[in-house]
């Protein structure tokens, strides 16, 4: 990996098309803008249309020639997820990014009854990748990128308790859904290659990178001094989102990267140039990945192609 990577090094992207969940903020804005910079069509996938809609005008006059646009989809409501996938307009699929999610919430559960982190960045995500998947097989190199997080580490998932229905803790509700994306991404990798697809299936992770993820929990509960600790930190420690889309920039568009690898920065994982990311060992279990998926497509109701049912 080329020491000091930056988004000037991305590569042409002219005539791809790209889809960003939870583009209208943060790193996900940065990654759409950067896409359209170099090229590519991009579809800002995000649950707010005024906030959608006012990121795609912010891109274009920082990008004129920019090919931006608005999609609803509210990666918490299965309902929303289909109707994004059926009228998804284009042939073909080159990239997908699954950015978008939440952060140390409050308990709540989205409009499926599932619990809000795990149902948002885990499952909503899983049924997202399966309904375009035919798309992105039948585009020439093609990736799936997961955006992941180094808090991943706190906790592995509990297949006994996937909602968090028995005990609730905020902080091990969201490592568990980032552990999820990691072994997804696992699983995605190993199917896709077993159905003979070149389709790259890779993750990353921005880091502690200066959005407003950090700050939505503190807000809903109106926990001030929370709050000010949590944007002090963004101030004083953390990098800019512009940095902090640079791992998953690189998933998406560097020459050579693996499939299921894991993406992030280069400085003690928070902060600088893109590198090889480590990662907890249990996102790497056959067993958790397959269990997992087959978990996924029980709840969310999504079954992938036949080729990557094995």
Not at 157 to 166: V, W
Request: proline share 5%; glycine share 10%; with cysteine.
């Amino acid at each position: 990996m080329t020491t000091g990577w930056k988004a000037s090094d991305i590569p042409d992207q002219s005539g791809r098309t790209a889809v960003v969940t939870g583009a209208n903020s943060g790193i996900g804005l940065v990654t759409a803008r950067e896409l359209a910079r170099r090229g590519a069509r991009v579809v800002l996938a995000c649950r707010s249309e005024a906030r959608g809609k006012e990121a795609v005008a912010r891109i274009v006059r920082e990008v004129p020639d920019a090919a931006a646009e608005f999609a609803p989809l509210d990666l918490g409501d299965l309902g929303s997820v289909r109707e994004f996938a059926s009228s998804y307009p284009y042939d073909r699929l080159d990239l997908l990014v699954n950015n978008a999610g939440v952060m140390a919430l409050p308990y709540g559960k989205t409009a499926d009854g599932f619990e809000t982190q795990f149902g948002v960045n885990h499952l909503g995500h899983f049924a997202l990748t399966g309904l375009l998947l035919p798309k992105l097989l039948r585009t020439p190199d093609a990736r799936v990128v997961t955006v992941s997080s180094g808090l991943h580490a706190l906790a592995n998932i509990d297949m006994g308790d996937l909602n968090s229905e028995r005990v609730y803790r905020r902080w091990i509700a969201y490592a568990r859904s980032k552990s999820a994306n990691l072994l997804f991404t696992h699983e995605l990798a190993r199917r896709l290659a077993a159905a003979g697809s070149d389709v790259v299936a890779a993750a990353a992770h921005p880091g502690y990178a200066a959005t407003n993820l950090q700050t939505a929990g503190v807000k809903m509960e109106g926990r001030k001094g929370a709050q000010r600790l949590v944007e002090f930190g963004n101030r004083i420690i953390a990098q800019p989102a512009e940095s902090g889309a640079l791992p998953t920039l690189y998933a998406a568009t560097a020459p050579g990267v693996r499939p299921d690898s894991f993406t992030g920065p280069r400085i003690q994982g928070l902060r600088g140039a893109p590198t090889r990311s480590w990662r907890a060992k249990w996102t790497l279990n056959d067993i958790a990945s397959e269990r997992l998926w087959v978990a996924s497509e029980q709840l969310t109701g999504v079954s992938y192609p036949g080729s990557l049912n094995s």
